[in-house]
């Protein structure tokens, strides 16, 4: 792990684990953490509909505030959809209630050569506009955390036209053409890779890759067709002035990532996200101290009695030991969970302080 700098002491906690360094106490925040298991958030939702609180930056800052005054979280996300930067390519999505639905997926050539890289800053302002907005009702209180959806995860959803249960079309453009699905796979990862750089310029001072559904692959399809192109993401972040000159913490996040441990540690994050499905000592074990650790709590631990989730807390607190872990869930928090039980979490979380720390 890299030695604390004298910025350190003036640096929040959660950027100082995302770089690896040792904290004074394990910084925490959790994916989903502005969702439906706020009553607030759902007071919001009642009166607008997912996509108008995404596209009304007045909204979206609203709902990513709310679990920053409620539970004092240590770092706040922006509030968005990683399939908000597909319409700018030409794919339109909407948001039943049931999950997203693309009327028009992507399944030959000609298709994805149809798509575009748009500019971010030009066809999503109302993000940036919303990444201002947090960032200045924030006040300093936490960092501003900004995320897209890794390339084969947007794949995933523009192929199949939403989610899936076995991602035979995907699997069908993967192996039957493996040349279009590069292509298709090359233009997420501009896309994304501007979009993030973006966010960044907008006042965001991290981002985190969702690779949702990487899982699927096998590890050598998931060199091939999800981490390669996360990788190209991430380098050509690091290639950004405005990214490499705030020295933004990059994460990449992928759910069942305990097949690939040894290639997903060479993904050039800065932290790698561990879902719940294997310990983190393990995962520390196996990749040893050259990147930092972000999870990985089951979401649903979160029905435990509180004495029972503070002990699956502490657990998770001891696998990290307060050098380069941030404290989050394995996955998004579910709609049923009992806030209050949110509040025992963090409040255990919060409680616990590092003696190795300066």
Known sequence: MPAMTSTAAVEPLFLRACRGERTERTPIWM????????????????????????????????VTLQPIDQFGFDAAILFSDILVTLPPMGLEVAFPEKGPVIAEPVRDRAAIDRLVVPDPVAELPYVMEAVRQIRAGLGGRAPLIGFAGAPFTLVTYAVEGGGSKDYVNTKQLLFGDPRAAHALLEKMADTVAAYLAAQVEAGAQAVQLFDSWAGILSP?????????????????????????AARVPIIYFVNGCAPYLDSYATSGADMLGVDWRIDLATVRARVGAKVALQGNLDPGALFLEPDALRVRVEDVLAQGGGVGHVFNLGHGVTPPTNPEHVRVMVETVKARHWSHAA
């Open 31 to 62: 994916m989903r953490q502005a969702g439906r298991y706020l009553p607030s958030y759902r007071a919001v939702r009642s009166k607008a509909s997912f996509l108008e609180m995404c596209r009304t930056p007045e909204l979206a800052c609203e």
């Open 220 to 244: 050598r399809d998931f060199e091939e067709y999800a981490l390669r192109w996360a990788k190209h993401v991430i380098a050509k972040l690091r290639a950004h002035p405005g990214v490499a």
